[in-house]
């Protein structure tokens, strides 16, 4: 079972996952490649799976909370010294 739809497409609700057999899935390929629709291509076992929803990725980037991060050190450590130094 593969996942083909983009994740930021993806949305929560029923997704329905059509299983095919070795001529099937053959079927399904020629008809990406042709351009053709692949809903023509009859499966064989259509299942409907609930789900909540996609993952999105993170609220904040990696870089950017590294960023506060050592601003945050930089700013503590600066304000620590020159207290230290009066």
Do not use: C, H, M
Request: glycine residues 8%; charged residues 25%; without cysteine.
């Amino acid at each position: 079972v593969s996942w083909v739809e983009d994740i930021k497409q993806g949305s929560s609700g029923n997704v329905q996952v059509r299983l095919f057999d070795e001529d099937g899935y053959a079927n399904v390929r020629k008809a990406q490649r042709d351009g053709d629709k692949v809903s023509s291509v009859k499966s064989l076992l259509d299942i409907t799976v609930p789900t909540k929803s996609a993952y999105k990725g993170p609220w904040i980037k990696a870089e950017l909370l590294a960023a506060f991060l050592v601003g945050g050190v930089a700013y503590f450590a600066f304000t620590t010294k020159s207290k230290v130094q009066a």
